[in-house]
């Protein structure tokens, strides 16, 4: 399936043909070891439908990812005229864009509180793993905070499948690149977390989550 305009009256010249859809087809500027872009891959792969996916060294950041953010990160998301980044807006745009699964609640009320849940992981997760990529002088702190939070939330998944219930949701999503990341960043869990260890073999073990994977992603692991 390609995403965007169909332009059958040009299907007899294939070569025209897959130059247009490559041209209107999303396109992904990705960080190979980075957890946002990994967060934007999940779910392009989970939707199953056409896109590209473009490397991004982290050490040799490309003209286009800094012309296209003005901070200069990835992932970004280019789909003909439309620009986007920070990976969760970009998830919620490729959400509905492509509403089959949908990712988010369709209830404005339980998304409300799916978009809290987001917010929190960053502030609370991600943002400690920030400090440990970039060096903190007290890793060992942010690596406990780490653990106490996905202690926590453990117990939700000592009760339910997901994150949001029996379905896979963007909190699932959200998590995910965390979890993959958890031995190569030294954060060890303890007994008490077994539903939430239990829960990241499940995650890791979807055809959308493996195909995600960069090679490099794929070395953090044992
Ligand atoms: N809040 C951003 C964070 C993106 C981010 O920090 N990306 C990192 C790589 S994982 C990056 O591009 N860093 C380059 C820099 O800070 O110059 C998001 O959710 O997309």
């Known amino acids: 399936m ?14 025209i043909f897959y130059g247009l859809t490559v041209l209107f087809m999303m396109r992904l500027y990705s960080g190979v070891t980075c957890p946002y ?8 792969f989970e939707k199953g439908m056409d896109f590209e996916v473009i490397d991004v060294d982290q050490m040799h950041r490309t003209e286009d990812v800094s012309a296209s953010n ?10 003909r005229d439309l ?15 492509f509403p089959h699964p949908q990712l988010m609640p369709p209830d404005p009320v339980m998304r ?6 987001l917010h929190r992981f ?9 400090l440990i990529e ?29 994150l949001l219930g029996d379905e896979f949701s963007m909190l699932d999503v959200a998590i995910a690149p965390l ?29 959308g989550f493996i195909d995600a994977l960069t090679p490099s992603e794929r070395a953090m692991r044992k």
């Open 179 to 207: 979890l993959w990341r958890l031995e190569h960043y030294g954060i060890q869990m303890g007994k008490e977390a077994a539903p939430m260890m239990k829960y990241a073999e499940r995650l890791f073990s979807r055809q």
């Open 2 to 15: 390609i995403a965007g305009m169909n332009f059958p009256f040009l299907a007899s010249d294939s070569s």
């Open 83 to 97: 620009t986007l980044y920070e990976a969760n807006i970009i998830n919620e745009y490729i959400d509905e864009r």
């Open 134 to 162: 970039q060096g903190a002088k007290t890793p060992d702190k942010a690596r406990a905070v780490i653990r106490d939070n996905l202690t926590q939330l453990s117990q939700i998944l000592s009760r339910q499948k997901f």
């Open 70 to 79: 003005p901070y200069s990160k990835v992932p970004v998301l280019v789909e």
């Open 122 to 130: 960053e502030q609370e997760l991600y943002s400690q793993l920030n």
């Open 112 to 117: 409300g509180r799916a978009r809290l849940f």
């Open 37 to 44: 872009s990994h967060r934007c891959r999940i779910v392009l």
